[in-house]
């Protein structure tokens, strides 16, 4: 959504466990705000089992199975909960979840990403925030990540601020979402610790939240509250928001660039893994990147080779995400990148100058792609190998080691 229009698409990510009270919060969302509905489901790739000798499976079948009693399901449902109202589209995408329900979003034009935060077991809502986690490091949207159904506005809010144009943004696109007579509290952390030395360092900030605050333009009917608090910024935010009972705690996301993409930043982590609390996270003013092209199998071997040429000795950040789990390697330098099999691909980094290496290998690859960057400079690429996804970013060309131009 926009700042100052409602938004004119709503993208919500369902699945079976997530289906009912995502549906009927779409559907309040889209009275609220006006906006068009388009539900998504996405299914991973059947995994394939054979036996020697035994001639090489196919999942299309399978596949075709699944998506067409998935669209059974919830064309009933969706039929069920906005009646004869055409305010709903519905598609089914495959493959990994965050990648394609980010493409999804950019196809219809969503100006909201709105899934699901996970049960309340710690399990599950670790594995279910590792998933918004990623499509929040993809998407060039807003997203929305419900803790229950939405069935009226937010009431009880807690914003974290920074001062950034980026907090600023964060608010203002989740306003249409708030109460008219909401509770807001601003909150910034300060990591240093307070002590009486500190007087005026706390007048500064305490002048540069009114200025922040002022700036919003909020709505007469809000109650807004400021605080000012030291510590761990995501664990101070949670604290509060545990203290008030707020109902949604709203963020930005730094970064626009593939690294930090990744990254995103360790208080939206910290939050999203955190919290049992519905969360907004909007990114950053954000910078076109141009849409991952896959490459087709056949060509493999010969355009991961050309890859691995042309960016030999960069310094690059290695991510592996998986359900539930997360790996990095940070500053390495690539040295090979290939088909190690049909189904394989090598990674081969270094450290120290060369004098030592770090080998991956990835197995069961059902998909490669390249990012731009614009300009035609290669960003990252992305190898989808079921079911994780690794991402290999490259650092700025001035990184690269000497020896090879």
Same mark, same amino acid.
Not at 166 to 186: C, I, K, N
Not at 205 to 228: H, K, Q, T, W, Y
Not at 358 to 385: C, F, K, M, P, W
């Given at each position: ?193 307070? *002590?009486?030395? /500190? @007087?005026?360092? #706390? $007048?500064?900030?305490?002048? %540069? ?7 919003? &333009? ?83 071997? *010969?355009?991961? /080779? @050309?890859?691995? #040429? $042309?960016?030999?000795?960069? %310094? ?7 359900? &539930? ?81």
């Amino acid at each position: 959504m926009t700042e100052t229009q409602p938004a004119e698409t709503i993208l919500v990510a369902v699945t079976g466990e997530t289906m009912a009270p995502l549906l009927a919060s779409a559907r309040w969302l889209g009275e609220r705000t006006g906006a068009r509905v388009h539900v998504t489901s996405v299914l991973r790739h059947a995994p394939m089992m054979s036996w020697p000798g035994a001639p090489a499976p196919s999942g299309d079948g399978i596949d075709a199975l699944r998506v067409a009693a998935l669209r059974d399901l919830l064309d009933v449902s969706v039929a069920r909960l906005f009646g004869s109202h055409a305010t709903s589209d519905v598609s089914i995408e495959r493959g990994d979840p965050a990648r394609m329900l980010t493409k999804a979003a950019r196809d219809v034009g969503a100006s909201l990403i709105v899934v699901g935060l996970g049960r309340h077991r710690p399990v599950d809502r670790l594995l279910g925030s590792e998933t918004t986690l990623a499509i929040v490091r993809l998407a060039a949207t807003p997203v929305l990540a419900l803790a229950a159904e939405m069935r009226q506005p937010f009431q009880q809010v807690v914003v974290a601020t920074d001062f950034s144009s980026t907090s600023e943004r964060a608010f203002r696109q989740a306003l249409p979402l708030l109460a008219s007579d909401a509770r807001v509290t601003f909150v910034h952390v300060s990591q240093a610790s307070r *002590t009486p030395s /500190d @007087a005026e360092r #706390q $007048r500064s900030l305490a002048s %540069r939240v009114d200025e922040f605050v002022a700036r919003l &333009g909020i709505p007469v009917g809000m109650c807004v509250n400021v605080e000012l608090l030291d510590g761990h910024i995501a664990e101070r935010v949670l604290d509060l928001a545990d203290a008030l009972g707020a109902d949604l705690v709203i963020a930005g996301r730094h970064g626009h660039g593939a690294i930090e993409r990744l990254l995103v930043g360790n208080v939206a982590t910290y939050l999203l893994r955190g919290t049992t609390h519905s969360m907004f996270i909007a990114p950053e003013i954000p910078v076109v990147h141009e849409t991952p092209a896959e490459i087709a199998k056949e060509s493999w071997t *010969t355009l991961l /080779d @050309a890859f691995s #040429q $042309r960016n030999a000795r960069r %310094r690059t950040i290695v991510c592996t995400m998986g359900p &539930g789990s997360e790996s990095q390697d940070r500053g390495y330098t690539l040295m090979h990148l290939g088909c190690a099999s049909r189904n394989r691909v090598e990674v081969v980094l270094s450290e120290d100058g060369g004098q030592s290496t770090v080998r991956r290998v990835l197995e069961g690859v059902t998909s490669a792609s390249l990012e731009q960057a614009g300009a035609g400079q290669e960003a990252s690429l992305h190898v989808e190998h079921a079911p994780n996804e690794t991402i290999i970013s490259l650092l700025p060309e001035a990184s690269r080691l000497g020896g090879i131009p």
